[in-house]
């Protein structure tokens, strides 16, 4: 198996649109999901079918998506 290369998600909740928005700047991608799962499936299609431009000598196999996201605490009533 190929040394494993790790692309780094950037994903934040978008209130208003009820989903959640994610960018690799790497890829580059970027994508919008109403969860997390659909975000991290669409990106890694992305990242498979864009490696070989960005990366040719990276084997597709040994991608892996890290989606580090951010979305704002809803404050809890006492």
Do not use: H
Not at 27 to 47: G, H, N
Not at 57 to 73: G, M, N, S
Request: with cysteine; charged share 25%; glycine share 2%.
């Amino acid at each position: 198996m190929a040394r494993p290369v790790i692309f780094t998600v950037s994903a934040t909740w978008d209130a208003e649109a009820s989903a959640w928005s994610g960018y690799c700047d790497e890829i580059p991608a970027a994508a919008d999901a109403p969860t997390l799962d659909e975000l991290l499936e669409k990106v890694s299609r992305m990242a498979v079918d864009l490696a070989p431009d960005n990366y040719p000598e990276v084997d597709p196999e040994a991608i892996f998506i890290q989606v580090v996201a951010l979305r704002e605490a809803v404050p809890v009533a006492a």
